[in-house]
Structures are given as C-alpha cells and as structure tokens.
C-alpha cells in the first residue's frame, strides 16, 4: 500500500462546477500538506500549503486537511478551463525521512468550455 | 526572477547508452533535488544536496546513476547504462533549504528505446 493515494481520475467538469479533490494518507508523521498543479509537459508549481488541520482559502481554491482522518482535499470553485492540469497532492513530515516530499500519483482535470 | 533551468528538455537514447541531465537551480537556493516522475505517477525522489553535499540518496539506484553538483550550483544526473525501465521525465527543484517550498523545472523526458 502507498503511503499517500490519489483517485488518478480523469476529471472531467463543465465551467463553472466545483471540483473537489482527495488525497488519503497513512503516516502520522506527516505535518505538512501541499497541493502541486501540473501543466502538460511543465514541471509541478505549488499551489496551496497547510500545516494544521482546517481549512485554508486562496482566491478559488481551498485547501482542507483532517489528520484525524488522514485525508487532505482541495476544492476549486467556479471552475475554468485554465485550470485543466494534473493535481498532485504532497505531504511531508519535520524529521527524517519523513521530511522528503511524497506524492500522491496525481488526478487529471479538464475543465470543459 | 529566473527559474529552475533544465537541460535537454526531451532526449530519446537506445537502452546500454549513456545519458546525462543538467540542471541550474534558482539564484541562492542550497537545496537542490532530483526527482524521477513515470507517467500517470506523482515525482520519486531519486537524491538530495544541501549544497555540494549529497544528503538524502537513498533511493538513487547507485550502480547505474550517478549525480553530482559542483560547488554547490549546478548539477548533473547521469545514466550508464539506460534500460527501457527509465523512461521517464526527470524533475530537478531547488529551494532556499529543506524546510522551504520546493520549485520545479520543466523536466527532461526521457525516451530509451
């Protein structure tokens, strides 16, 4: 078993939706939460990062995180088709190994005109 | 700000070939990592510098690849032989240090054919 699962999709939504975005983990030792967007052929740009659990907002884009549960989602309102990219979530813990990033295996979005 | 430069952006070699990967990190940033993304997967780390020091190479496979970075800037990755299992894109990120946000090139995709 993987130490962070990601549902590989693909998404598929019209503009507007509201996608939602999952990742479980199973390490306690995980302290910090990521959400990376990835462009074809690009490299990873980090989106959103937590530390605790809650939820954080940026603009469209909300980052929550349940260590009680070990599940991280990112929610992206009033969808565009810009925002079509492979969404990678990555955790990583303060000591370690814990400390390298580790990521999940990405969901595929397409945001439909 | 210039970012993380990598270069070739895209090689296609035969297996038992040699094969190397440079990159130059953003200006300042003594962490430098190399990471292996196959396709439909989240990036692997493959090693670690703090500086010119390798830190974390534990899953560097040793007795193909090998890495360097020379004072402490640019790096090289270097493959010898290639087998047909390392078709993949090859990410470098650097960041001011290993508690901070980690920043991407745009990869070097390999082919071995």
């Known amino acids: 078993q993987k130490e962070v699962e990601q549902d590989p999709g693909p998404l598929s939504v019209p503009e507007g939706a509201i996608v939602s975005l999952n990742c479980t983990y199973s390490?306690?030792?995980?302290?910090?939460f990521m959400w990376y967007r990835q462009y074809s052929r690009k490299g990873p740009e980090l989106l959103m990062y937590?530390?605790?659990?809650g939820n954080k907002e940026d603009g469209r884009f909300t980052a929550q995180v349940d260590k009680s549960s070990k599940y991280i989602s990112l929610f992206i309102r009033d969808s565009q088709p810009s925002d079509s990219a492979t969404y990678l979530c990555?955790?990583?813990?303060?000591?370690?190994?814990?400390?390298?990033?580790?990521f999940g295996s990405g969901t595929q979005l397409t945001v439909l005109p | 700000e210039a970012g993380v430069v990598q270069s070739p952006r895209y090689k296609i070699i035969e297996k038992k070939q040699p094969v190397a990967f440079w990159c130059n990190p953003i200006?300042?940033?003594?962490?430098l990592y190399w990471y292996r993304q196959n396709l439909g997967q989240g990036p692997e780390l493959l090693i670690r510098?703090?500086?010119?020091?390798?830190?974390?190479d534990s899953q560097l496979p040793k007795d193909r690849f090998s890495a360097e970075r020379l004072k402490g800037v640019d790096s090289t990755l270097k493959i010898q032989p290639a087998e047909l299992g390392d078709s993949a894109v090859y990410l470098c990120?650097?960041?001011?240090?290993?508690?901070?946000?980690?920043?991407f090139g745009p990869g070097t995709r390999l082919t071995v054919l």
């Open positions: 990120a650097s960041s001011p240090s290993v508690v901070d946000t980690q920043y």
């Open positions: 390490n306690s030792a995980f302290q910090y």
């Open positions: 937590t530390y605790s659990s």
């Open positions: 990555a955790m990583s813990g303060s000591s370690g190994s814990a400390r390298q990033l580790t």
């Open positions: 200006s300042g940033h003594n962490t």
């Open positions: 510098y703090e500086n010119e020091e390798a830190v974390d």
